[in-house]
């Protein structure tokens, strides 16, 4: 039997490594790996533990099928490693970091995965990703602006199958809800043999 794929989602500085971070004990208890996602990002960048690769090096690994999932944003490239395939046939869920942009394609690859949009409050939004201080002014403000090409379109419409999450308030909060959601979509612990 295959494992689901759980495709979150949001805004940069929504708090989906914080919340992949709360959630990494309880997600292994419900047989459930969190894909380690390859970055174009500088190593000195602060933030989720990712693999980082030179553009090149992203390339030639994308060219050689080493990506299940891959795309551009914010000027970087993500791949998300085709080893979460042999994970999902072994009966693994896998929660992976994804774009919104990307959505659809991920569906046509992953016709079964479960989509969660992380949101926030725009001023909650703007006040953390400076908090946080990975990127400089401009680029949290190209971030912020980037989110107008998501904002009341598709991907915001629970009616298209996404679960909506709000992190304005506190993460243990949506931690709670994202267990309960995955509960509810079947994502349970297994029951183990004796
Ligand atoms: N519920 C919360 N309450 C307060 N601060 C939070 C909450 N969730 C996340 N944060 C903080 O907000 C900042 C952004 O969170 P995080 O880096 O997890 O976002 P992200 O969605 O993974 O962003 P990106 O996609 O850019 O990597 C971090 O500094 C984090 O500590
Ligand atoms: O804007 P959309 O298409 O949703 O996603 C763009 C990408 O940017 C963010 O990554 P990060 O802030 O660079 O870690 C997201 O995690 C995603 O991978």
């Known amino acids: ?11 940069s500085g929504s708090g989906k490594d914080s919340l992949i971070d709360a959630a990494r004990d ?8 969190v894909a380690r996602r390859v970055i174009t990002r500088s190593a ?3 933030g989720e533990a990712v693999q980082g690769l030179t553009p090149l090096a ?5 060219r050689e099928g080493g990506f299940a999932l891959s795309w551009r944003a914010n000027g970087l490239d ?20 994804g774009s919104r942009a990307h959505l659809s394609l991920a569906k046509e690859r992953y016709p079964q995965l479960l989509p969660i949009l992380l949101s926030v409050d725009p001023d909650v939004l703007r006040e953390r990703l400076h908090r946080r201080g990975r990127e400089s002014r ?8 980037r989110n107008t090409l998501f904002a009341g379109g598709a991907v915001e419409d629970e009616s298209g199958g996404i ?3 709000d992190n304005s308030a506190e993460l243990s909060t949506t931690l709670a809800r994202l ?3 995955l509960g509810n979509e079947g994502i349970v612990e297994k029951p183990r043999s004796a």
Do not use: K, T
């Open 1 to 11: 039997m295959s494992g689901r794929l759980v495709y979150l989602m949001g805004p």
């Open 26 to 33: 309880a997600l292994a208890q419900l047989d459930c790996v």
């Open 44 to 46: 000195e960048s602060v």
């Open 58 to 62: 992203f390339a030639e690994l994308a």
């Open 78 to 97: 993500y791949g998300i490693p085709v080893q979460i395939d042999q994970w999902l046939a072994q009966g693994l869920h896998v929660l992976v970091n």
């Open 138 to 145: 401009e680029e949290i403000e190209a971030r912020l602006a």
């Open 163 to 165: 679960f909506l999450l």
């Open 179 to 181: 267990l309960a959601l």
